[in-house]
């Protein structure tokens, strides 16, 4: 048997002759090497790691169309959205993967591209109250069970500010068509608004193996033994506007994504330094924010970036980032 390891080995893997799709699931920077090399050995691709379309979505979608391969989400909301416009183009999926592209819409036909969020731990609670947040407390996410990185940017929503520049690539739409909605259930998992005014919404209870599964078996539905929804038993689904002033990672977020270039790259790396920070108790919780925007501020963005500048970019920030912690910690 042969054994793989580090960023070449996860490139040759990705590149093997009898694979026909890569799926990337590698938190931060670690897979953006490996899934452009998938892509220019015409793998399809499905992505877990937001990251890789937040900092290089202009070249990896660029890549995907000129060597005609899928870029699939497994994101749920993501997923929830590439469901939904399948379903709104009415086009009948192809029988086989490979015979078709992933189906295609106008970017005309939408109206809005609307992300759910839990609101994480916090949702409710005064801002007032923000400077005494412990990691432990952050962690406690109310309906998923993920990692500590992931766990504290949904506390943040910097998780849903990073989606919104997720689907902004994906999609192919304006960062001012794609909303954030809060939604405590986390039944919905997000919605299309199209230009007729019709709306259209996936829903199922929150287990990743859902959009997982679509992912790899699209554009077949295969039968599973997950739990389907019982509607009988849902007694409420709710949707609230975020509270942007108390956590300004959306906005943050809108911003980077809008100027694009280098911007989302250091705004990702930052934010990566920060969380680290506040889990070894070194920064507040609303330190996160500061530290992230900061960084931006400090950043001349460089536009159309090639893959080195956007590394580049991701170093800067990260030792941006590192001084604003020092900073503070004194």
């Not at 819409?105 to 939408?110: D, G, I, K």
């Not at 409420?236 to 977020?253: G, T, V």
């Amino acid at each position: 048997p042969r054994i793989f390891s580090g960023e070449a080995g996860l490139r040759e893997i990705a590149c093997l002759a009898d694979v026909d799709m890569v799926l990337v699931a590698i938190v931060g920077t670690g897979g953006l090497r490996p899934a452009l090399a998938a892509i220019k050995a015409g793998k399809d691709l499905a992505v877990a790691s937001k990251e890789i379309l937040v900092m290089a979505g202009e070249i990896v979608m660029r890549e995907a169309g000129d060597k005609n391969v899928n870029v699939l989400p497994v994101d749920s909301e993501h997923n929830a959205i590439f469901q939904c416009l399948e379903s709104g183009r009415s086009l009948g999926a192809p029988k086989h993967r490979g015979t078709e592209a992933a189906p295609t819409f106008q970017s005309s036909e939408v109206r809005r591209i609307i992300l759910t969020a839990s609101g994480g731990p916090f949702r409710e609670k005064p801002r007032k109250d923000f400077d005494s947040i412990t990691p432990e407390q952050a962690l406690k996410h109310p309906t998923w069970n993920m990692g500590p990185k992931i766990t504290i940017d949904s506390a943040t929503l910097f998780n849903k500010g990073l989606e919104t520049i997720e689907a902004h690539w994906l999609f192919g739409v304006e960062m001012d068509r794609v909303e954030v909605v809060i939604h405590p259930q986390s039944i919905v998992h997000s919605m299309v608004e199209f230009a007729d005014g019709s709306t259209l919404a996936q829903l199922s209870y929150s287990n990743m193996c859902f959009p997982i599964q679509y992912a790899v078996t699209w554009p077949d539905r295969v039968p599973n033994t997950l739990p389907p929804l019982d509607f009988s038993k849902l007694s409420k689904l709710e949707f609230f506007p975020p509270r942007y002033s108390d956590f300004p990672a959306l906005n943050i977020a809108r911003r980077a994504g809008a100027i694009g270039g280098t911007l989302p790259a250091v705004m990702n790396a930052a934010n990566e330094i920060a969380v680290a920070a506040f889990l070894d108790r070194r920064v507040r919780f609303p330190d996160i924010w500061q530290i992230v925007e900061e960084v931006m501020n400090r950043h001349t963005p460089v536009a159309h970036p090639d893959l080195d500048a956007i590394l580049e970019a991701d170093q800067w920030a990260r030792a941006e980032a590192r001084k604003c912690v020092k900073a503070l910690k004194g």
